[in-house]
């Protein structure tokens, strides 16, 4: 990502400056010139690349020998590859020199108040700069859904018949089990990412002037006496006042600096990066089993003869069910406007969760009474064709049975709307910023106009106001009129 423009705070327009800030700014300038200028190589060979490439493709369907045009092309391949190792450095480089001299850089800062008579000095807007935008964006998108089902449905029934008999007695066995079971299992995984990276870097036409540039000349000796306090300007000495103008243009002679205009730039660079990660793993297990057990016996003898009978029947149904549905959404957004302070606007994510469609007790307890009055009918289908076959000297002819849909559906519950920064979020303030630079007062300062104010221009501008008569002097330390500005004393 390329750099931010320079700024301090307390480099502000009418205020004084002070020199070690603004050495600062210009350290920082320089030391993000070479990462700066090593990434706008590596983007126009990239450019290039891409270029040569879409050309490679028309010339193969005009029928033109493109061998030497790929081979060109291949070699900006290596440049690019060389130039990514070379910005890399230069970035690297130029954070690890960034960093300290940012540091220097506080949000607060006190200063002495401007000179400036603001009543009488104007603000302008002249368009001495130009206009110009720098883009770079980069978007990458992954969207992944992998979805596994699996389900199994079976009924088995037997039956398991047995006679004995010797001597005059008989006894006879049989056993009758239908089972059934439903098993479902279900997987889902959904992942969607998003990465949009933004930048973009504009100068603006206007310039913001001070014009006219008044200074309120009571506050100017006050200022120079702040800031300078063993030399200062003692109003009650006119003539330590008028030998002060002596030295005007000599190297001895002192300064403080005043910004009095400037032209203006911006910055906008974003990143933003998204993850929607959603995983459902649900199992649900039903098995009903019934189970028939009978006994005949008859049991003779010279006197009496004895019969009898005993049997044990039972049924058991089960229902198992597992669900563990999550869904977690990742966001991270970073932007940095420098001129400009675009719109941001959250957008809504669903979040949602899966839970199964019946899970009280009074639909899962239907749903095993379903499943177990089935089993319950596939053993009178088993006790019917087991007595055919005993009297028809038939084999056991089992009736297929019919399967109920007895397991539960998914469904989706827990609907929420949240508010969060995503990639629309970074586009529609990027929109934004675009449509303010277009119509222009904002940015900035990229380019400083310094004004310095000399002790005798101030001596001058003194003598000027408050003896207009005796010291009539040429010229003055701002842009005022000596005969509109000036206020004749009390005689």
Not at 74 to 97: F, L, R
Request: one cysteine or more; aromatic letters at 6%.
């Amino acid at each position: 990502m390329p750099s931010t423009i320079p700024y301090d705070p307390s480099l502000v327009l009418g205020n004084i400056v002070s020199q070690d800030k603004l050495d600062n700014l210009i350290a920082i300038s320089a030391a993000q010139s070479p990462a700066d200028a090593a990434e706008d190589t590596l983007n126009s060979l990239i450019a290039l690349k891409r270029s040569l490439d879409m050309t490679v493709q028309e010339l193969i369907e005009m029928n033109i020998d493109v061998a030497d045009v790929i081979k060109e092309s291949q070699d900006v391949g290596t440049q690019i590859a060389d130039a990514a190792k070379e910005y890399g450095k230069a970035k690297v480089q130029a954070e690890k020199t960034i960093q300290p001299l940012k540091a220097k850089i506080r949000t607060l800062s006190d200063s002495v108040e401007s000179p400036i008579d603001y009543n009488k000095t104007q603000i302008k807007q002249m368009p001495l700069s130009a206009d110009s935008l720098q883009m770079n964006c980069q978007y990458f998108a992954f969207d992944q859904n992998q979805q596994d089902s699996g389900t199994h449905a079976a009924t088995v029934a037997a039956f398991v018949g047995d006679s004995v008999s010797g001597f005059g007695d008989s006894y006879s066995f049989q056993a009758k089990t239908s089972a059934q079971s439903q098993v479902n299992s279900q997987h889902q995984n959904h992942n969607i990412s998003g990465t949009l990276v933004v930048t973009i870097t504009c100068t603006h036409k206007d310039a913001v002037l001070l014009a006219p540039f008044i200074l309120d000349v009571d506050k100017s000796v006050r200022v120079w006496n702040s800031l300078f306090p063993d030399d200062m300007i003692k109003t009650t000495d006119v003539k330590s006042i008028i030998k002060t103008m002596a030295q005007q243009d000599t190297a001895q002679e002192k300064s403080f600096t005043v910004l009095s205009g400037e032209t203006c730039g911006s910055c906008f660079i974003g990143m933003v990066h998204t993850l929607n990660a959603t995983d459902t793993t649900s199992t649900e297990t039903m098995y009903s089993i019934a189970e028939s057990i009978q006994g005949q016996f008859s049991v003779g003898c010279w006197f009496v003869q004895e019969s009898g009978g005993f049997g044990v029947d039972s049924s058991f149904s089960n229902d198992a069910k597992n669900l563990l549905s999550s869904q977690s959404i990742t966001s991270h957004c970073t932007l940095t406007v420098m001129g400009s302070i675009p719109s941001i606007k959250s957008n809504n994510v669903l979040m949602a969760v899966q839970s199964f469609t019946d899970f009280d007790g009074a639909s899962s307890m239907k749903a095993v009474q379903t499943l177990q009055n089935a089993t319950a009918d596939d053993m009178t289908t088993v006790d019917s064709a087991a007595s055919n076959a005993r009297t028809g000297g038939q084999m056991v002819a089992m009736q297929t049975a019919k399967i109920n849909a007895t397991l539960s559906g998914l469904s989706t519950i827990d609907n929420q709307n949240n508010k969060v920064i995503d990639t629309n979020t970074l586009m529609d303030a990027m929109e934004d910023y675009v449509n303010k630079c277009i119509a222009g007062n904002i940015g900035i300062p990229i380019n400083y106009y310094l004004k310095p104010i000399t002790k005798s221009q101030i001596a001058q501008m003194w003598l000027a106001k408050y003896y207009p008569n005796k010291y009539n002097l040429a010229g003055a330390g701002d842009d005022s009129n000596n005969d509109n500005n000036n206020v004749s004393p009390t005689t």
